[in-house]
């Protein structure tokens, strides 16, 4: 006995490990400014008790900012506590998967193979804490419940499908919504068609949402976060994005089948096994229970990629690949149980794996780094002593990442003298943590997505949110790193001959707002 535990207990250590420094070491492999620094100050303000929606304007990954004030607390305000947050989540993924394949009925060596090809495609593409990616793997795993649920017949496991729906939610909207949809038309469907009522497991789906949304709502009463903010930031506006989206969504052969191939050959065979079982079987081989299974997983499936395509961002999505390819083992090993098919899915799945490997961990094409050479990297403690070992080289100065960190070393400095009431807008979202900054900027990040244009009907709302904020904290300065950014600021004012601007250095600007506030 105590044999089998020590082997069971193996198994987890090595995935632990395996996912967790896998992840680790690719954190640290380049970054890519406004992706990679996301929520690195937001952690920090919120551990100063500056809080989402009521202290800074944000429409994504609300949850990912508490989170990162934890792993800060605990593990102090560096680069390593920054990876260590996705290493972690990664590791969760793979736990659970490792769990969900042994339940499906694969053996140990397949469960730990297909587990360790969802750690080397999950989180290891950016290696940093993502909404995208933490939203992706908390809404997997819900499907894995739903599966679970359907399998097993046990009603609480629907708990905790909306438990993590809703943790996905919290982290971005998109999956979220429209696999709750789907679960709940899955459920109503099934009790409609059965006999026998069973109305347990909507209790247990509906209290698996209610209770965390208690919560939430509970603590933004608690912060004095307005509620108004949190639905016009957080679904309102974000709503009116998505459907501009929806209308300009073009469905070509490129975008929908030629990017997401593999994915598709990955799940092809229990696809075509499951119709095979339908129009050609003489006997009766599927049930009530595996049409579910197949409904939810494919469905799922292509929620994922729908949602892959509206994010219009790099693809984040091929971790589907050994769960799809596990999924398609199952379906061989069930109905078939034919070497040759599952020899053929190997190959798929470590060819597949390998190429995605190599295309997004190693050449960093999800951070724009794949016609970079990132050996002439430079080490981030030439900026901070936080960000040491950190390989420093982005597409901004791919060759000359040296001038850059000699740059933001001198305008941090720069700003550490300052002892006007300031903000720092930059995609270097570093910048306020390093010099201590007493307060955040009105927005979590600037681009063409956070920030409404002036055609949206919520931009009065942003306008005056953002506004507001420098007249409340008596802002005087505001300070830009890096190009492209003033435009978000400037736009905001009807009289722009009020500010002042003075060029620091290559990278450094700054406004002064006094007559504008």
Same mark, same amino acid.
Request: charged share 15%.
């Given at each position: 006995?105590?044999?089998?535990?020590?082997?069971?207990?193996?198994?987890? $250590?090595?995935?632990?490990?395996?996912?967790?420094?896998?992840?680790?070491?690719?954190?640290?492999?380049?970054?890519?400014?406004?992706?990679?620094?996301?929520?690195?100050?937001?952690?920090?303000?919120?551990?100063?008790?500056?809080?989402?929606?009521?202290?800074? @304007?944000?429409?994504?990954?609300?949850?990912?900012?508490?989170?990162?004030?934890?792993?800060?607390?605990?593990?102090?305000?560096? @680069?390593?506590?920054?990876?260590?947050?996705?290493?972690?989540?990664?590791?969760?993924?793979?736990?659970?998967?490792?769990?969900?394949?042994?339940?499906?009925?694969?053996?140990?060596?397949?469960?730990?193979?297909?587990?360790?090809?969802?750690?080397?495609?999950?989180?290891?593409?950016?290696?940093?804490?993502?909404?995208?990616?933490?939203? %992706?793997?908390?809404?997997?795993?819900?499907?894995?419940?739903?599966?679970?649920?359907?399998?097993?017949?046990?009603?609480?496991?629907?708990?905790?499908?909306?438990?993590?729906?809703?943790?996905?939610?919290?982290?971005?909207?998109?999956?979220?919504?429209?696999?709750?949809?789907?679960?709940?038309?899955?459920?109503?469907?099934?009790?409609? &068609?059965?006999?026998?009522?069973?109305?347990?497991?909507?209790?247990?789906?509906?209290?698996?949402?209610?209770?965390?949304?208690?919560?939430?709502?509970?603590?933004?009463?608690?912060?004095?976060?307005?509620?108004?903010?949190? %639905?016009?930031?957080?679904?309102?506006?974000?709503?009116?994005?998505?459907?501009?989206?929806?209308?300009?969504?073009?469905?070509?052969?490129?975008?929908?089948?030629?990017?997401?191939?593999?994915?598709?050959?990955?799940? &092809?065979?229990?696809?075509?096994?499951?119709?095979?079982?339908?129009?050609?079987?003489?006997?009766?081989?599927?049930?009530?229970?595996?049409?579910?299974?197949?409904?939810?997983?494919?469905?799922?499936?292509?929620?994922?990629?729908?949602? *892959? &395509?509206?994010?219009?961002?790099?693809?984040?999505?091929?971790?589907?690949?050994?769960?799809?390819?596990?999924?398609?083992?199952?379906?061989?090993?069930?109905?078939?149980?034919?070497?040759?098919?599952?020899?053929?899915?190997?190959?798929?799945?470590?060819?597949?794996?390998?190429?995605?490997?190599?295309?997004?961990?190693?050449?960093?094409?999800?951070?724009?780094?794949?016609?970079?050479?990132?050996?002439?990297?430079?080490?981030?403690?030439?900026?901070?002593?936080?960000?040491?070992?950190?390989? @420093? $080289?982005?597409?901004?100065?791919?060759?000359?990442?040296?001038?850059?960190?000699?740059?933001?070393?001198?305008?941090?400095?720069?700003?550490?003298?300052?002892?006007?009431?300031?903000?720092?807008?930059?995609?270097? *979202?570093?910048?306020?943590?390093?010099?201590?900054?007493?307060?955040?900027?009105?927005?979590? @990040?600037?681009?063409?997505?956070?920030?409404?244009?002036?055609?949206?009907?919520?931009?009065?709302?942003?306008?005056?949110?953002?506004?507001?904020?420098?007249?409340?904290?008596?802002?005087?300065?505001?300070?830009?790193?890096?190009?492209?950014?003033?435009? %978000?600021?400037?736009?905001? &004012?009807?009289?722009?001959?009020?500010?002042?601007?003075?060029?620091?250095?290559?990278?450094?600007?700054?406004?002064?707002?006094?007559?504008?506030?």
């Amino acid at each position: 006995m105590n044999k089998i535990i020590s082997h069971k207990y193996s198994i987890y $250590i090595f995935l632990f490990l395996f996912s967790f420094l896998f992840n680790f070491y690719y954190g640290y492999r380049g970054i890519l400014p406004i992706d990679s620094f996301l929520i690195f100050d937001s952690g920090y303000f919120v551990l100063k008790g500056e809080y989402p929606f009521r202290d800074f @304007w944000t429409i994504t990954g609300p949850l990912l900012d508490y989170l990162q004030s934890f792993f800060f607390y605990i593990f102090g305000i560096n @680069w390593s506590s920054y990876v260590i947050h996705a290493s972690l989540i990664n590791f969760i993924l793979v736990i659970f998967s490792y769990f969900f394949f042994k339940k499906l009925g694969l053996n140990k060596l397949y469960s730990i193979l297909y587990s360790v090809g969802v750690s080397i495609l999950a989180y290891p593409s950016i290696g940093t804490p993502f909404p995208d990616h933490h939203a %992706f793997i908390f809404s997997l795993i819900a499907v894995y419940f739903m599966i679970l649920a359907t399998i097993e017949k046990k009603n609480y496991y629907y708990f905790f499908v909306t438990l993590f729906l809703f943790l996905s939610f919290l982290s971005k909207q998109v999956n979220s919504f429209y696999l709750t949809i789907f679960f709940s038309l899955i459920i109503f469907i099934n009790i409609f &068609l059965t006999k026998e009522k069973n109305l347990n497991n909507i209790f247990y789906f509906i209290l698996g949402g209610l209770i965390p949304l208690t919560i939430f709502f509970i603590f933004l009463k608690i912060t004095n976060t307005p509620l108004q903010n949190f %639905f016009i930031q957080y679904i309102l506006y974000p709503a009116s994005i998505g459907t501009e989206r929806i209308q300009q969504l073009k469905f070509d052969l490129k975008e929908v089948f030629g990017q997401f191939k593999f994915i598709y050959f990955a799940v &092809l065979p229990a696809i075509i096994i499951f119709f095979y079982n339908i129009f050609n079987s003489k006997k009766k081989v599927l049930n009530k229970i595996e049409t579910n299974i197949f409904i939810i997983f494919v469905g799922s499936i292509f929620i994922f990629l729908y949602s *892959q &395509l509206l994010t219009k961002n790099q693809i984040l999505i091929f971790s589907l690949i050994p769960v799809c390819i596990a999924f398609s083992h199952r379906s061989i090993m069930k109905f078939y149980n034919k070497n040759y098919l599952i020899y053929l899915i190997l190959i798929i799945f470590l060819y597949s794996t390998f190429k995605y490997h190599i295309r997004f961990n190693e050449n960093k094409k999800f951070m724009e780094l794949e016609k970079i050479n990132i050996e002439n990297s430079v080490d981030g403690v030439g900026i901070d002593d936080s960000l040491s070992r950190l390989k @420093w $080289i982005n597409h901004l100065y791919p060759k000359n990442p040296l001038k850059e960190t000699i740059l933001l070393k001198q305008s941090l400095n720069l700003l550490k003298l300052e002892k006007n009431n300031k903000i720092v807008i930059t995609d270097y *979202q570093f910048a306020s943590t390093l010099i201590e900054n007493e307060y955040s900027s009105p927005n979590k @990040w600037h681009d063409i997505r956070s920030v409404p244009s002036k055609k949206n009907k919520f931009y009065s709302e942003y306008k005056n949110f953002f506004l507001n904020k420098l007249k409340k904290n008596k802002v005087k300065k505001i300070y830009f790193i890096g190009q492209y950014k003033e435009i %978000f600021f400037l736009s905001l &004012l009807d009289e722009k001959s009020c500010t002042k601007r003075t060029q620091i250095n290559e990278l450094l600007s700054v406004h002064d707002v006094e007559n504008c506030t």
